[in-house]
C-alpha cells in the first residue's frame, strides 16, 4: 500500500514541477511593451500574436503528444516536448526586426508544440492515478501552471533588466528560460508513467463508496462524432476571452491607469488568482458538478469584464484579480469534465481537441485586444469595447452549456 501511495505521487510532483515552468506563458505581459517596440515597431496586435500563436499550437502539440503518449510513453512524449520548447526559446532570442514573422515560429509555434507536449500529457497522467478526484487533482496540476507566473513574474523581470532593460532584455532572458525547460522536463518527464490496467479496479474495489461507476472510453474519433464534444469546444473558445485579454495586457492596462511604477504587480496578481482559481474551483466541481461550476464561471466572467473601464487606481488591480481567478476555473474544470464526458484512457489526445476551441479563443482574444488597445494608445477607455465582446461571449457560452447532457454513457463496477 506504501509502495501504491509513493507511485500515485511521483508522477503528481513530477508534473506539477512541469507545469510550473509551463507558466511562463502566463506572463507575457511582461515581454509585450518591449517586444512590441523593438521587434514590432510598436504594434501591440502583432506582438500579442506571438502570445497567441503560443496558445493556438498548444492545442495542436496536445493532440500529437497524447495519440504519440498512447503509442509510445507519456515519459518520452514529455521530454521531447520539453527539448521543442527549450529549442523554440533559445532560436526566439536571435529573432530581429527585420524578420520579426520569426519571433512567431520559435516562441510562438515551437514554444506552443513544446507545451502541449507537456500539457494536457502531465493532466491525463495524474487523473489516471487519481480517478476518484479528478476535479481536485487537475486543478492542483494546473493551478501550478497558474502559480508558474507568480514564480517567474520577479525573475524574467530581473532578468530583463540585467540584460539591458526593457526593449533590450527581453531576447536574452529567453536563452535562459530555454535552459530551464530543457531541465526541468528531462528530470521530471523520468517519473512520469501511467498506472498499471488493473488500477482503476483496484481503486474501486478499494473505495469506501458503496457504489462506484465508471465511464465508458471513447476514441477521439468517436469523440469526434459525440454533441457534447462541439458544445464544450465552442464554450471553451468562448469562455477564455475575458481571460486571455487580461493576461496578455495586464501590465500595459496598469500603466495606462496611471500605476507605471507598480504595474508589475498586476501580472504577480493575476498569475496568483489565475493559480488559486484553478485549484479552488477543481475542487469546487467535485462538490457541485462540472457543469454548474462552468456556469458559474460564464456568469462571474461576463460581469467582471464590464468592470475593466470603471475600476480606476489600485481597485484595477483586484478586477485584474478576479479576472484571473475565474479564468482560472475554465482550465480545471474543462479537463476533468472532458474526462467525465469520454473516459480517461484517450483523455490527453480528447482535452487536445476540446482545446482547439482554446487556440481559436486564443487569436481571436488577442486579434480583439491588440485592435483595440492600439487604437487605445492615448486613452485606456477605447480599449473598453474588447472587454464587452468578451462579456458577449461569455453570456454565449452560457447558452451553450444550457444545451449539454453531462450524464455519460457509464458502467457500474
Known sequence: MKKTAQNRLAPVIASIAIQLCLGVAYIWSVFQTGIANSIFGGDNAAAGLTFSLLLATLTIGSVIGGKLAAKYSTRAVVITGGVILSIGFFLASFVTADAA???????GV????GMGFT?????????KWFPEKKGFVTGLIVSALGF????????????????GGTEVGELN???????IFLVVCTIGGLFLKNPPEDFFKSQVASSTESKVVETAEYTPSQVLRKPQFYIITFTLMLACMGGLMMIGFAKPIAVAKGL?????????????????????WGMISDKIGRKNTILTLLAGTAVLSLFVNLASGYFIFALIGLIGFFYGGFLSTFPALTADLFGAKNMATNYGMVLIGFGAGAIASSTVAGYYKNIASQNIELMFPAFLIASVCACAGIVLMLFLKTKPKQKEN
Open 110 to 113: 515551437m514554444g506552443g508544440v
Open 173 to 179: 532572458t529567453f536563452k535562459v528560460l530555454s535552459v
Open 101 to 107: 514573422w520569426v519571433l512567431w515560429v520559435t516562441y
Open 148 to 163: 508558474g507566473g507568480v514564480i517567474f513574474t520577479p525573475i524574467v523581470e530581473k532578468l530583463i533588466q540585467n540584460f
Open 260 to 280: 507605471a511604477e507598480t504595474a508589475t504587480i498586476g501580472v504577480l496578481i493575476i498569475s496568483m488568482c489565475n493559480s488559486m482559481g484553478r485549484l479552488f
Open 119 to 127: 500539457y494536457s500529457t502531465t493532466i491525463a497522467c495524474s487523473q
